[in-house]
């Protein structure tokens, strides 16, 4: 199908335009300025007074968990952990976790995300949400393994695998391996993944330096930080994406860098559960690719990439007692390229240029509160609470088309939602 859209403000990778035409063939962006003589559409959007943008990526995610919203709060991290989450967690069924995800995916669709990196629980389940869906998905389903033969870990690594196989070829899918945390993963399991992810050429997405318990217990077992860890144990690498990294020292931090590993940093739920601030800055500055995750809702409490956009472009400065760190531009990028390049993703998304995915994302510059629009970036980090997606495409495919959801039946969503959570 093609797709021309025509009258658009848009954020380019050289800067910002107005009047821009692009031409979608086959999901591909075919033509960026003005459409070649021989284009022949077979949609057109007039974007006229919208704001075009490469579509978000939302790097650190659990889209099952977004029926458990509203539903641990105002409690330490491991009592909301261990007390509250993971009983919930156990109650879910697939279908459960069906609905929920598709309840995650219709927040992210109306926050302008295209692509998310999820880590979860429930095999095939999850696969099919975002197929179903559209989005654009890297999938990872969650590793734990401390005992002598690891126990249930060697199942979900076979689980994990069965995944990859099955969905082989679906060009908006790609997979990870997901060493859920260095406190739940011992030794030879994690040389086991790391030892898998090259044999199949897979990246690694995992949680790191979350907690000081988490720093507290590593330290205890291990003498050295989880960072320190990780990299014993061949988890660190440039296709690594960790998420959180709030208590990284000086030393993991060149680490990290050395090791060229990704860092998707959850703002509001660090925060939330009273983990602190992850000093972003610091890990520009050793030159760490730094991307932007939601967390799950029921540590956030939602899948907002705006609202992380504008968390981290606000409290670093707030921090740091400093108004010119972690700028807008910056964290624009955190949310496009940075973490198109942490998904192993650059060839496909995160720019609006001849030859990438058409996953693209449009937001009404007559918004209030959005408007007038000056600086782009800075509106969207700075002026966009409650800002809503117009429309959104994925892969050339209209997912979200003036406010209405195109793949995701909203009505039924609702309705599977509040059955599961008064059964919980």
């Not at 300025?33 to 995610?61: C, K, M």
């Not at 409690?75 to 069924?93: G, H």
């Amino acid at each position: 199908m093609n797709i021309l859209i025509k009258n658009a403000l848009a954020i380019l990778p050289g800067g910002c335009a107005g009047n821009i035409t692009v031409c979608i063939k086959d999901g591909i962006i075919a033509a960026v300025g003005s459409a070649p003589a021989d284009f022949v559409p077979d949609e057109v959007i007039d974007a006229t007074d919208r704001l075009l943008v490469p579509g978000f990526v939302n790097a650190h995610t659990h889209v099952y968990m977004t029926a458990l919203r509203n539903k641990a709060d105002d409690l330490s991290f491991m009592t909301w952990l261990f007390d509250k989450v993971i009983p919930m967690e156990d109650k879910l069924t697939d279908s459960d976790a069906y609905w929920s995800a598709q309840l995650g995916l219709m927040e992210m669709l109306s926050g302008g995300v295209t692509t998310f990196l999820d880590m979860h629980m429930f095999p095939d389940t999850m696969a099919r949400a975002a197929v179903d869906s559209g989005m654009r998905a890297v999938l990872s389903r969650g590793l734990q393994g401390v005992l002598e033969g690891f126990g249930d870990g060697k199942k979900r690594i076979e689980q994990s695998k069965a995944d990859i196989e099955k969905y082989r070829g679906v060009p908006t899918l790609s997979f990870m391996l997901a060493p859920h945390a260095p406190y739940t993963c011992g030794e030879a399991y994690l040389r086991e993944i790391a030892a898998l992810a090259d044999e199949m050429k897979l990246g690694i997405n995992t949680h790191l330096s979350e907690s000081m318990d988490e720093q507290n217990k590593i330290k205890a077992l291990y003498g050295m930080t989880p960072a320190e860890y990780y990299d014993k144990c061949g988890i660190l690498r440039e296709n690594t994406v960790c998420a959180h990294c709030v208590y990284l020292s000086e030393s993991d931090m060149e680490l990290l860098a050395k090791r060229q590993t990704s860092v998707a940093h959850n703002a509001a739920s660090n925060m939330k559960l009273a983990n602190g601030f992850a000093d972003v800055p610091a890990m520009l500055r050793h030159g760490i690719n730094v991307c932007l995750g939601t967390d799950s809702a029921a540590s956030n409490n939602n899948q907002s990439l705006l609202r992380e956009m504008q968390l981290v472009s606000l409290i670093h400065k707030g921090t740091h007692k400093d108004a010119v760190t972690v700028t807008a531009h910056e964290v624009f990028d955190m949310a496009t390229t940075n973490g198109a390049k942490a998904l192993g993703l650059s060839a496909k998304v995160g720019e609006i240029a001849v030859g990438k995915c058409a996953d693209l994302s449009l937001f009404d510059l007559d918004s209030p509160g959005f408007f007038p629009i000056g600086d782009p970036k800075a509106a969207l980090c700075y002026s966009s609470a409650g800002l809503k997606a117009d429309t959104v495409i994925v892969n050339g495919r209209v997912l979200l088309e003036k406010g209405e959801f195109k793949t995701i039946d909203a009505e039924r969503v609702r309705y599977e939602i509040k059955a599961l959570v008064k059964r919980l």
